[in-house]
């Protein structure tokens, strides 16, 4: 068999593994090499002056093999690097969500009669029935306007949390990204266990405004996360949005976010 490859004068990558060494507590880099002799010779030669351990092998047929072996332990192969990013984004509500037309509505649909039909529903139909009596600058009138103007909602600005994770991948797992549980707890800013550095930079969680909603609370939800393999390390990323979340849809967590 051949290991001389057209094209490629030089050895070529035959396979390559990690390896740990328990008494030393050190990560190895352990790869094999296969070409003509001329092409082992020469990494062997550069392998002598680059002072990494390995071995050569010659076969009759002018066929080569390189065995090395390299040690990982430095520092910063060994740790993950760590980045976060704080961001503010604009989701849109519905109208109705907005806290004016919210208590209006209530207003409204509190002296309902059997076949009354609600505030939504009466503004909603007033968007192609010209005839409903309206009175000018009410609340009720303006949610009208706003709707045949083709303006159903407003924006609120939240606030997203990112975080980006570089592993070096020595033969060993990574700790997961997510749970597909997580996205129905909610977190609060300790239980995320970020630095203080970060922590610091984002909004206090008791000094938020009371929620225009009963029954909802502000906290930190996951957003969706992702992970790549490239072949030395693993790239994780994951990030959380803070924002007012129902207590009937979701429920505090318990425990850390394990991200």
Not at 65 to 90: C, G, H, M, T, W
């Amino acid at each position: 068999m051949s290991y001389k490859v057209k094209g490629h004068p030089g050895p070529h990558l035959q396979n390559r593994r990690f390896t740990f060494d328990a008494t030393t507590g050190t990560y190895f880099l352990e790869r094999t090499w296969a070409g003509s002799a001329k092409a082992i010779e020469g990494q062997s030669g550069q392998f002598r002056v680059q002072g990494i351990s390995h071995e050569a092998m010659i076969e009759d047929r002018g066929n080569g093999f390189s065995f090395d072996r390299q040690p990982l332990n430095k520092e910063e192969d060994l740790e993950a690097s760590v980045r976060y990013e704080i961001a503010s984004e604009f989701i849109e509500q519905d109208i109705f969500r907005h806290k004016t037309v919210s208590d209006d509505a209530d207003s409204f649909d509190a002296s309902l009669g059997d076949g009354d039909v609600t505030y939504r529903k009466f503004c909603e139909d007033a968007v192609t029935d010209h005839n409903v009596g309206l009175t000018a600058g009410t609340v009720k009138a303006r949610v009208v306007t706003h709707l045949r103007k083709g303006v159903p909602g407003f924006e609120r600005e939240y606030i997203v949390l990112r975080r980006s994770r570089r592993v070096g991948f020595y033969g060993k797992n990574p700790l997961p990204v997510a749970s597909i549980l997580d996205g129905r707890f909610i977190y609060t800013t300790e239980q995320l266990g970020i630095p203080d550095a970060v922590a610091f930079s984002l909004p206090d969680l008791g000094s938020l405004p009371i929620s225009d909603w009963d029954d909802v609370a502000w906290g930190w939800r996951r957003r969706p996360s992702s992970i790549v393999y490239t072949g030395d390390t693993i790239e994780q990323a994951s990030e959380f949005i803070l924002a007012e979340w129902s207590l009937l849809l979701y429920e505090p967590a318990n425990g850390p976010a394990g991200w």
